[in-house]
């Protein structure tokens, strides 16, 4: 199926740094803001400098009523370190919303996130508002900065660190197979490193928790045409991230 998606040529209303090289911008995109759901993604087109190809980043929030959306980005290279530098009143070229997000269908979802895979989760968060709760995975206590993003939507937080500077020392998955002990979820929902949703994905099998994952690909087109972000499933399939996903039911893509 093809979901709708628009152009919109948009303005940058803000942009404010978060935590060592993550970022927060708004843009005004009226009508992606209408269509976008929890899990979609947008291509943004810097027009600045020689950044060619669009750049794929998560929706983490909409307001629909100011017509914006917000994305939290990590400035890791070329391209995301050009937008960091944008100001308020400069303009970017978007496409989107794209992809197939998570379910909605859901009562009672646990959300996981490393890093700034926390971000299309912000957005899922604020759709499910008080239904859900939180592991966080970062380095230390200074990428933490997202406890207070999701404080108003989720009941509980839960937070681990590599280095134990804040919450359980560890990574998600050294916490989540007691949470899941002692609470009862409908879903799991994860975006992150690799190794950790591989992580998360064998044990919500373990506990027969239905689980998704957010999968992250360079990607070319974004609309299933270039075929640089396609995957092997697990039944032997062909899959783009950017169209069939980004969002996968795990035992699809993980073994
Ligand atoms: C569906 C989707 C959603 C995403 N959402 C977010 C988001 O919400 N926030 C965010 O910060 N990032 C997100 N990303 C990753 C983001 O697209 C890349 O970090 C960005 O394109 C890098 O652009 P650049 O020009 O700065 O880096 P480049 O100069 O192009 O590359 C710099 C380095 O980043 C690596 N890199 C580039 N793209 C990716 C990628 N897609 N995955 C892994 N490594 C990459 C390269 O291998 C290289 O080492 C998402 C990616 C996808 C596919």
Known sequence: MTLPKQLE????????????CVYLATFSAPEIAKLAKPGQFIQVRIQHGDVMLRRPFGVAAVDRDHQTITMIY????????????MLPGEEVNILGPLGHGFRTDVKHPLLIGGGVGLAPLLFYAAALKGKVDVIMGGRNEDE????????????????TTDDGSMGTKGF????LPQILEK???DSIAVCGPEIMM?????????????CEVSLEKRMGCGLGACLSCAIDTTDGKRKKVCKDGPVFPAEEVFA
């Open 183 to 185: 609470e009862d979820y």
């Open 198 to 210: 591989r992580g998360v994905a064998k044990i919500a099998k373990e506990h027969h928790v239905p």
């Open 144 to 159: 933490m900065f997202w406890v207070n993003l999701f404080r108003p939507y989720v009941k509980n937080v839960y937070v």
């Open 9 to 20: 040529e948009s303005t940058i209303l803000t942009q404010r740094q978060l935590g060592d």
């Open 172 to 175: 998600p998955t050294t916490i």
């Open 74 to 85: 990590r400035k890791i290279g070329h391209g995301t370190r050009i937008l960091s530098e």
